[in-house]
């Protein structure tokens, strides 16, 4: 017998209104030039406008918010290459306590500032030599911290499912729902929300196709490892799918597709002249995956999540400039 998912409906509803008043319900975006591109109504989740500018506040502060006084006096700690880094700085303090978190060195510049911006100590490594879990789980008892993963943990799962329960409240019945993978957090979380309301939808992931774990494990059954990716999408540069995470995605997603970091750039591109919106590589993998007709068969209405923005005006015009 399967055991029982760790993360429910339920548990997601929950967290929406653990969050509520405190995360931005972000807007839900149209456009009439890409639905003409794709052929398929296109509903965009614009997390790239949540608070930190990513859906990571989303399950960081409804982690954190469940903590003991004991705990949240001791403080937290985190690894991240951005946007958990940002999500659990800002929880923290919203929260009252403190966050130490380890980023790789090469992290944008503008995500290590906003870390360090929103009160949290910031300590770095090399994401091409050192195991950032096993460091981190280090630093976090070596100070006596509750160490906040950024995907590996009921709690975070369903804080991120709420961005889509958010999406399918607000625009009724889709067919599909698109979002990016990294760790695989979003689209479990999305997965478990999506399919306790509409059992019928299509779950689809994008990843880098240099970093396609979680593609390559689904279709071996197992967790699969890759090299450390490089791509322009740092976010979803992830080596192997979470344990957590894995276990809810082979069973709620129905399909993984890449996408090239060309095609990455050519969404950010979209999106900005287009619809006027900006969004960092990762926040642009799932619509550079529909506009790059990675997606075949595209059923009428789609949600997609621009799942972040953080991007520095410099770095954007380096990956976007013709």
Not at 29 to 40: E, F, I, N, P
Not at 228 to 257: Q, Y
């Amino acid at each position: 017998m399967r055991n029982p998912s760790p993360v429910s409906l339920e548990d997601v509803r929950d967290a929406a209104e653990r969050i509520r008043g405190v995360a931005h319900r972000t807007p839900v975006l149209r456009s009439r030039t890409l639905d003409d591109l794709v052929g398929a109504e296109v509903h965009l989740k614009c997390e790239n406008l949540q608070r930190v500018g990513a859906f990571k506040f989303r399950g960081a502060y409804n982690t954190i918010s469940r903590l003991s006084p004991e705990q949240l006096a001791r403080g937290v700690a985190a690894y991240s290459s951005g946007n958990h880094a940002q999500a659990v700085a800002l929880a923290a303090r919203e929260l009252g306590t403190t966050a130490v978190v380890l980023m790789p060195e090469d992290t944008p510049r503008s995500k290590r500032e906003a870390t360090a911006g929103y009160g949290a100590e910031v300590v770095t490594y090399d994401r091409y030599t050192g195991d950032r879990v096993a460091l981190g789980e280090a630093l976090a008892a070596e100070r006596g911290l509750t160490l906040v993963p950024p995907y590996e943990h009921p709690h975070i799962i369903a804080g991120q499912g709420t961005a889509a329960l958010e999406l399918i409240e607000e625009v009724g019945e889709l067919d599909a729902l698109v979002a990016p993978v990294g760790g695989g957090g979003l689209i479990a979380g999305s997965s478990t929300a999506a399919k306790g309301l509409l059992p019928g939808i299509r779950v689809i992931g994008v990843e880098p196709e240099a970093g396609d774990d979680t593609r390559r494990s689904l279709a071996a059954g197992e967790r699969v490892s890759v090299p450390v990716p490089r791509t322009v999408a740092d976010g979803l540069a992830a080596e192997i799918p979470g344990e957590l995470t894995f276990s809810v995605n082979r069973r709620l997603v129905d399909e993984i597709v890449t996408v090239t970091d060309d095609q990455v750039r050519d969404g950010m591109r979209f999106l900005f002249e287009r619809l006027k919106t900006v969004v960092e590589p990762s926040g642009a993998a799932a619509p550079a995956a529909l506009l790059a007709g990675r997606i075949g068969d595209l059923p009428p209405r789609v949600g997609v999540i621009l799942s972040g923005g953080n991007v520095a005006a410099r770095r954007f015009a380096e990956l976007c400039g013709e």
